[in-house]
């Protein structure tokens, strides 16, 4: 039963985070909108722990992948991602990847993956500041704190999506 109710929570964790993303703070000269994907993956992984919070993370970033995989898109996000849509669901990724489009097409790729880890370690930080049995906080150094514990997982999505940024700036700069 426990198996259940921590899958039902990655679930819900994800359908949060899908619902997160539709918050959007459109940057000048920035083509990634400021979303609420990671606030909420970190707060999964501290309520939900780092496991389900991990899992929840994966799932929607799975979830995204999909969505950017396959026809049904609307025209105004397909020629904002590079036509990506106009293939079909069973070769879209595969045929992307060996064209080496996919930072193109997904620039947003490396935040979205960089949840998976920011739930995590969020997670951790908390579970290790409280005790799980009596809900009281027991480690009252600031590296444990849950503001910490977030910050920290914040990093993780910010680290991991200019990374993305980089690695494909710099992909783009060798192949034209």
């Not at 899958?7 to 949060?16: G, K, M, Y």
């Not at 049904?72 to 020629?79: E, H, M, N, P, V």
């Not at 500041?129 to 503001?147: D, I, L, M, Q």
């Given at each position: 039963?426990?198996?259940v109710?921590d899958?039902?929570?990655?679930?819900?964790?994800?359908?949060?985070i899908?619902?997160?993303?539709?918050?959007?703070?459109?940057?000048?000269q920035?083509?990634?909108?400021?979303?609420?994907?990671?606030?909420?993956?970190?707060?999964?992984?501290?309520?939900?722990?780092?496991?389900?919070?991990?899992?929840?993370?994966?799932?929607?970033?799975?979830?995204?992948?999909?969505?950017?995989?396959?026809d049904?898109?609307?025209?105004?996000?397909?020629?904002a991602?590079?036509?990506?849509?106009?293939?079909?669901?069973?070769?879209?990724?595969?045929?992307?990847?060996?064209e080496?489009?996919?930072?193109?097409?997904?620039?947003?790729?490396?935040?979205?993956?960089?949840?998976?880890?920011?739930?995590?370690?969020?997670?951790?930080f908390?579970?290790i500041?409280?005790?799980?049995?009596?809900?009281?906080?027991?480690?009252?150094?600031?590296?444990?704190?849950?503001?910490t514990?977030?910050?920290?997982?914040?990093?993780t999505v910010?680290?991991s999506?200019?990374?993305?940024?980089?690695?494909?700036?710099?992909?783009?700069?060798?192949?034209?």
């Open positions: 039963m426990v198996l109710a899958f039902a929570s990655a679930v819900i964790l994800s359908v949060l899908r619902i997160g993303g539709s918050f959007r703070l459109n940057l000048p920035s083509s990634i909108p400021v979303t609420l994907h990671s606030l909420l993956a970190s707060w999964g992984g501290m309520v939900l722990g780092p496991n389900i919070g991990a899992a929840g993370a994966f799932l929607h970033a799975s979830l995204w992948i999909w969505d950017n995989c396959c049904g898109g609307d025209k105004a996000r397909d020629s991602v590079g036509g990506f849509r106009d293939r079909n669901c069973s070769g879209g990724l595969t045929d992307v990847i060996r080496r489009r996919l930072g193109q097409s997904m620039p947003s790729f490396g935040y979205v993956a960089g949840m998976v880890p920011c739930a995590y370690v969020a997670g951790t908390v579970d500041g409280y005790a799980r049995k009596g809900e009281t906080y027991k480690n009252p150094s600031v590296v444990f704190h849950p503001v514990a977030a910050a920290l997982g914040q990093l910010l680290l999506g200019v990374s993305w940024l980089i690695l494909v700036g710099t992909h783009r700069k060798t192949n034209n």
